[in-house]
């Protein structure tokens, strides 16, 4: 199971810490990811971190958001900076033993805006 | 980046009818191809990957095809539960790209 929390308004220019609490597996042994969904549009694989420790971004992430991962908590995070009116979007955490991922959590909204 | 083109943006059909839905690549993926069904206020939930394997509790009414760049997701008999949106994605080469989405609605 995949549980994000951290999502909520912020202004532009601000910043946001998303957070993946998982049960049931070793998020150390999995990719894990974080897919945006703009509202009424499409999905955008933002971060990957799998379990080689190889991280990427989107080009709109790059330099701005920063995914890690808690071995300890077993929870993955997603510290978004710089936070522009165009990073509104549901952010979902998911995982998989590869890609795609293939468990996803329910998702938490984030909304940039004055 | 790879663009992901689906077609048709909008399907209509009647229930135990057959659906097809294509996935166009921009270049090859080979068969790195996966597709998803999200209805709304959901998140999405993996179908197939690697082009047709289903993903674990997959109905076999879903059926994928294709490699290269030309690909199809099949739904043998649509039940009243398939109907929602259908992603296609490349995870080829990164960044992994969607495809815009295609809506199946009921006719």
């Known amino acids: 199971q995949l549980v994000e929390s951290g999502g909520g308004l912020v202004q532009p220019g601000g910043s946001l810490r998303l957070s993946c609490a998982a049960s049931?597996?070793?998020?150390?042994?999995?990719?894990m990811y974080w897919v945006r969904q703009a509202p009424g549009k499409g999905l955008e694989c933002v971060s990957v971190?799998?379990?080689?420790?190889?991280?990427r971004y989107a080009d709109s992430a790059r330099d701005r958001f920063i995914i890690s991962r808690d071995d300890s908590k077993n929870t993955v995070y997603l510290q978004m900076n710089g936070l522009r009116v165009d990073d509104t979007a549901v952010y979902f955490c998911?995982?998989?033993?590869?890609?795609?991922?293939?468990?996803w959590g329910q998702g938490t909204p984030v909304i940039v805006s004055s | 980046e790879i663009v992901m083109t689906q077609s048709p943006d909008t399907l209509s059909v009647s229930p135990g009818e057959r659906a097809t839905l294509s996935c166009r690549a921009s270049q090859r993926v080979n068969s790195a191809l996966a597709w998803y069904q999200q209805k709304p206020g959901l998140a999405p939930r993996l179908l197939i990957y690697?082009?047709?394997t289903r993903a674990r509790g997959v109905p076999a009414r879903f059926s994928g095809s294709g490699s290269g760049t030309e690909f199809t997701l099949t739904i043998s008999s649509l039940q009243s539960e398939d109907f929602a949106v259908y992603y296609c994605q490349q995870l080829h080469e990164w960044p992994w790209t969607f495809g815009q989405g295609t809506k199946v609605e009921i006719k």
């Open positions: 049931g597996f070793v998020v150390g042994d999995s990719y």
């Open positions: 690697t082009a047709s």
């Open positions: 971190l799998d379990r080689n420790d190889i991280i």
């Open positions: 998911a995982r998989g033993a590869g890609p795609p991922p293939g468990e």
